[in-house]
């Protein structure tokens, strides 16, 4: 697959992904108020007030260390006490495993690009800093998890996004050359990723990045659903038949 430099139509010549890897939140679920709701009742435990989603949702998107410095600190570059973060961390788990999917919910579009990328063949991983467990856990009750062969978490190898090793590993469990395959995010983290492993990568337009508008950290492409995916990796979408609803 390759683009033009709109970033928005499939140049002839080059294959389509045989592997597509994708983030989990903010790319396929606004998981945020459930996070900021186990924040929100952690932090007080700790001697620190709610900090509110709005707040939260500038924090998520490279794990549960620095979300839990963020928001014991207050701040995006917070570095909270490692003793305190450790402590606070475990507290925020263990609510989170249990109360991490309630408010979560999958964003417009998402189920049928998933569909659409599997009925054009492609292999589909989730590739997350969230830790392993809670993110087989969402994928699971949000019934997505049959779309993917592979899933990583941000506990599952010895490093996390934005370090390759993840991407790589993917590519390299599910036997496809890292040159034949796409990343789709929505995080400087994602392209950060991406680039290091040699794989081109689409951002979505929503999601999570600090506030920054994703284009500044110039992906291959932008788009506004995953279910304009399909068409910008094959050039057509799926048909109804093939994708489903």
């Known amino acids: 697959m390759s683009l033009d430099p709109a970033g928005k139509v499939r140049v002839p010549g080059a294959p389509p992904p045989a592997l597509v890897a994708l983030d ?3 790319t396929l679920v606004d998981s945020v108020p459930d996070i900021a709701w186990c924040i929100d009742r952690t932090m007080p435990r700790f001697g620190v007030p709610p900090r509110g989603e709005a707040l939260v949702r500038t924090w998520v998107g490279n794990g549960v260390e620095r979300l839990v410095d963020r928001a014991l600190t207050g701040a995006l570059d917070g570095t909270a006490d490692p003793d ?10 263990d609510l989170y495993s249990t109360h991490g999917r309630h408010r979560s919910r999958v964003y417009p579009g998402v189920r049928k690009g998933l569909a659409a990328l599997r009925a054009h063949g492609a292999v589909l991983a989730c590739i997350t800093n969230k830790p392993h467990g809670p993110a087989v856990d969402l994928l699971a009750h949000l019934e997505l998890i049959d779309h993917f062969e592979l899933v990583l978490g941000g506990d599952s190898l010895p490093r996390r996004k934005p370090d390759p090793l993840p991407l790589i590993h993917a590519c390299a469990t599910l036997d496809v050359a890292v040159e034949d395959s796409l990343f789709a995010g929505d995080s400087v983290s994602d392209v950060e990723a991406a680039r290091a492993a040699g794989m081109r990568v689409v951002c979505v337009g929503y999601g999570y990045n600090h506030g920054r508008d994703i284009s500044e950290a110039a992906p291959d492409a ?3 659903s995953l279910d304009e995916l399909a068409v910008l990796c094959f050039g057509r979408p799926a048909s109804a038949g093939q994708a489903g609803q």
């Open 222 to 224: 932008v788009v506004d």
């Open 84 to 93: 305190l973060r450790r402590e606070a961390g475990a507290a925020f788990l």
């Open 24 to 26: 989990l939140d903010g």
